[in-house]
């Protein structure tokens, strides 16, 4: 039984900041993967960034340069800054996370989803 809570998300204007916040809790044995999802209305939902128990990321093309994801392995939180903000980055964000829990198999498991707006 894992969950993720996500916070941080919110109104902003064209060219600013927001830093969202992932926090996984549960019986959780180990981590392999935390990412960030985005999906806009009518849109497909799509990968932002990721990162791994060891540090690699990889990000979308999309925000590169504007968006940096990072995670405190201590806290099994995540987090994705992101600069630059534009209106076309309005969707609702997701936490994402591969997880074992104690006693079991690795899973995926979402978070409920933030909304991010950027107006112009």
């Known amino acids: 039984q894992v969950q993720l809570v996500e916070s941080g998300g919110g109104l902003v204007q064209a060219g600013g900041s927001l830093r969202l916040s992932c926090a996984a809790s549960?019986?959780?044995?180990?981590?392999?993967?935390m990412a960030w999802y985005r999906q806009a209305p009518g849109k497909q939902r799509n990968l932002v960034a990721r990162?791994?128990?060891?540090?690699?990321?990889n990000h979308a093309d999309s925000v590169k340069g504007r968006f940096t994801i990072s995670r405190d392995g201590a806290k099994n939180t995540v987090y994705l800054q992101m600069n630059s903000l534009k209106p076309e980055d309005t969707a609702v964000y997701y936490c994402?996370?591969?997880?074992?829990?104690?006693?079991?198999?690795?899973?995926?498991?979402w978070g409920q989803g933030t909304q991010v707006t950027v107006s112009s």
């Open positions: 994402n996370a591969v997880v074992a829990v104690v006693g079991g198999r690795y899973s995926n498991y």
């Open positions: 549960g019986s959780i044995f180990s981590i392999n993967i």
């Open positions: 990162i791994t128990t060891g540090g690699s990321t």
